[in-house]
């Protein structure tokens, strides 16, 4: 457990910093959905020219987030789990070693089922393992890795049991007579909003662009005990360089970071 120390200044100055607060190291469970549209091509292609597919890029996002989550922290913890038609586990010890994430991506398959996805299994999994990261004094935290344009997730779970936070990314296709994306949206953000204990983030594509998952992701790093709500969220900044004549201009067509 780390202490962001802080002070509030006298009035006249206008200045404000935070007070002293705990916040504690995470055990992070990744949750990664396997349905069939897990390898859906993104809009890029790999060095050998075949595109990359969306479990690719769920991959390589979730090594850059391990990567630079321990380089903030090195006491961060990380295990992982597979989505069918419910949660499953990849690799259950907790590591903050970032080959224990190379051999869990070995251990996935895709799995062909149809039909509903139930998270009350990954919920009664979190709790548990809550349990124990809280008797660490640490806290604990799902990132959920969802993919399916016309399946919306159901749960069965308490209301008054919140005991980690969950975090979405929701990749989908594009509207259309054989999907519902807006629907399982809608469902994603019930969940979080049942479960999280701090405040948990949702984003959602139908870009099929890696970058705006990269971008996600790094806005995910944000430690659940120090966020805001998302509504207030206005990061990553464009890097776009503005010069007088570029003013004028208009600007470069930047992915916001929403909700929605």
Not at 99 to 122: N, P, Y
Not at 199 to 215: K, N
Not at 223 to 246: E, G, M, N, Y
Request: proline share 7%; net charge neutral.
């Amino acid at each position: 457990m780390e202490i962001i120390e802080g002070h509030r200044s006298t009035p006249p100055s206008g200045r404000y910093t935070l007070q002293p607060s705990p916040f504690s190291s995470e055990d992070i469970l990744f949750c990664i959905d396997v349905n069939t549209e897990s390898l859906v091509e993104m809009k890029v292609t790999g060095p050998n020219g075949r595109p990359f597919t969306r479990l690719d890029t769920m991959k390589q996002a979730i090594l850059l987030f391990i990567n630079a989550k321990l380089a903030i922290n090195p006491d961060h913890r990380f295990a992982f789990a597979a989505l069918g038609k419910s949660a499953s586990w990849l690799r259950k010890e907790f590591s903050s070693e970032v080959e224990s994430a190379m051999a869990a991506f070995r251990g996935i398959s895709v799995d062909s089922s149809s039909g509903h996805v139930d998270l009350t299994q990954l919920f009664r999994v979190a709790a548990h393992e809550a349990k124990k990261s809280r008797a660490q004094n640490r806290i604990f935290r799902v990132i959920l890795l969802y993919c399916r344009s016309s399946v919306a997730p159901q749960h069965q779970w308490p209301a008054t049991q919140r005991l980690f936070t969950l975090d979405v990314i929701y990749l989908h296709d594009k509207p259309g007579p054989d999907n519902c994306p807006q629907k399982v949206y809608d469902a994603l953000v019930e969940a979080l909003e049942h479960v999280s204990e701090y405040e948990g983030y949702i984003f959602e594509s139908g870009q099929g662009l890696t970058r705006v998952l990269f971008r996600y992701m790094c806005v995910l790093l944000s430690h659940p005990q120090q966020r805001c709500v998302q509504d207030d969220v206005d990061i990553p900044k464009s890097l776009t360089k503005k010069s007088p004549a570029a003013d004028s201009a208009p600007a470069e067509e930047n992915v916001p970071v929403t909700s929605q």
